[in-house]
DNA sequence: AGAATAAATGAGAATTATTCTCATTTTTTT
DNA sequence: AAAAAAATGAGAATAATTCTCATTTATTCT
């Protein structure tokens, strides 16, 4: 993962350096979202916490890290790099976990259409949407492990 | 206003006290959402910054206040009563409004079908969803007033 | 209505998340 | 390899939210 973290800050033309590496390789590593609390634990002070919250900024300058919050209004953030699947989020109310989620891409094509039509009425140029859902996971779900 | 408060407050069996009247009335006049800062200045210290949040989260505990984030992750609070239409929002990064926005019924029912297939994929019950749009409003926005 | 009980409030302290400062270290440029 | 530019670590500063506790206000029970 090294070498993936280096190749992209050189693409984006970011200077290489351990900490930006560190950062990088864990959430190349987990590939889905994260708080950043977790993330510093996950880095296990190898990363100042100053640090980490630059290097996360730098991430979101270059486009490649996605933010949001947790219904608790937790910052959460995950790497998006080129080429990945648009996709949306699942929350569980129960354990917290966050789940990626892809919408047909039958759905999609009807939320840009809707999306054309806010535009219109609201003078606006939208770049951007995205769709959360909140629940439980059931007793079967494989991702809580309950 | 007043007596709209006390009645809500009544409604959900909370007592009735002056500061949860006088948050009320503040998020009925401009029924729109604003952050917590914004409404502690429109209440101009008539509640107390701790009672204020106290105040919120009791609204939220009888489920009369939609709590979420702006993209710069700052919460933001809007009255929504019984019989509200279902909504959504746009956010425009230039002045920082946030435009309620209902989406078509037809559209909305595609949702209700796709989160269907999600409860299903992930073994998830799904209570809510949030639709999130984030752009620019154009020269000619009204509520942007540029 | 009035006393007793329970709940809510205000003020500020405490906590948490994030940004900032600045001296030192690391990286990049030349 | 030296000079210049950028990034880092440690902790101070700031901002948002919750907590504490003595006082006030609302509700309940005669």
Do not use: W
Not at 21 to 33: D, N, Q
Not at 128 to 133: G, I, P
């Amino acid at each position: 993962m090294e070498e993936r973290s280096k190749q992209i800050l050189s693409d984006y033309k970011v200077s290489i350096t351990n900490p930006r590496i560190l950062v990088l390789e864990a959430l190349l590593e987990i590939k889905s979202p994260i708080t950043v609390d977790e993330l510093q634990s996950k880095l296990k002070n190898k990363v100042a916490k100053s640090t980490l919250y630059r290097v996360l900024n730098d991430l979101k300058k270059i486009d490649i890290l996605n933010e949001f919050t947790s219904p608790e209004n937790t910052v959460v953030v995950e790497l998006v790099l080129e080429g990945d699947q648009h996709h949306h989020h699942l929350f569980c109310s129960d354990c917290g976990e966050i789940i990626d989620v892809e919408l047909s891409k039958n759905f999609e094509d009807l939320l840009d259409k809707e999306i054309k039509k806010i535009e219109k009425k609201f003078n606006f140029i939208i770049q951007d949407h995205r769709v959360e859902m909140f629940g439980q996971c059931t007793d079967q779900c494989e991702n809580c492990k309950k």
